[in-house]
């Protein structure tokens, strides 16, 4: 079983609409990294948050890190093509010394 | 700086041939990892370094091996490919302890048939 889970898995959007990806696991996450990776390429840093109830922002997108620090939530403002690839989450989960990812999620915009 | 660059960006193999994928940092980074992504299954670690001459095995080790010969390179073997090894391997690195951020190649698209 993935100890990070990813939901939804793939997601399509019209332009312009907002949308969020969910990165959730059992156990109290310690430091959970947002990657973005478009076809062919390899993954992209976006955010970093360590502390619960962090949030942190990019241009139209925006991190959150809820309280208990088991989950976050990555947010899209006013979608656009350049926003489309696949969106990964990795954590230091409790327990681990290293990063685990979750499956990822594929992001499509249509205009 | 070139960051981190991986060598070949595509291969196709037989089954039973076998290949070495290079992976290179400039970055004077101590960490180094090799990871395989597959369709829904994220990334998985498949060997990692915590310095030049160190390896360890990850969570999907069996069928390759690795090499830290150098502190800026990090070596995947697949001495006997298996179509099941068919997949995107990604290289990344990273300086130390005190950060769990990696900073990614663009990785190899391998297909073994």
């Known amino acids: 079983s993935q100890e990070l889970e990813q939901s939804p898995q793939s997601l399509i959007v019209q332009e312009g609409k907002n949308l969020t990806i969910n990165c959730t696991s059992s156990?109290?996450?310690?430091?959970l990294y947002w990657y973005k990776q478009k076809y062919g390429e390899g993954l992209i840093f976006l955010m970093m948050?360590?502390?619960?109830?962090e949030e942190k922002s990019h241009e139209k997108i925006t991190a959150k890190l809820d309280e208990k620090k088991q989950q976050s939530s990555l947010h899209i403002t006013a979608s656009q093509p350049s926003h489309a690839g696949i969106y990964l989450c990795g954590a230091v989960i409790q327990g681990a010394q290293k990063l685990v990812f979750g499956q990822g999620t594929r992001l499509t915009i249509n205009p | 700086n070139a960051g981190v660059t991986q060598t070949p960006k595509f291969r196709v193999l037989k089954t039973g041939q076998s290949m070495t994928l290079l992976c290179a940092q400039d970055?004077?980074?101590?960490?180094m990892y090799w990871y395989r992504q597959d369709p829904g299954m994220g990334l998985r670690l498949i060997h990692y370094?915590?310095?030049?001459?160190?390896?360890a095995k990850g969570e999907v080790p069996d069928g390759y091996n690795v090499s830290r010969l150098k502190k800026q390179n990090f070596l995947l073997g697949l001495e006997s490919a298996a179509p099941s090894q068919t997949s995107v391997y990604f290289c990344?690195?990273?300086?130390?302890?005190?950060?769990?951020?990696?900073?990614f190649g663009p990785g190899t698209r391998l297909t073994v048939t």
């Open positions: 970055m004077n980074h101590e960490y």
């Open positions: 990344a690195s990273k300086p130390g302890t005190g950060t769990y951020e990696q900073y």
């Open positions: 156990k109290t996450l310690y430091g």
């Open positions: 370094s915590v310095g030049e001459g160190t390896t």
């Open positions: 948050l360590q502390k619960g109830g």
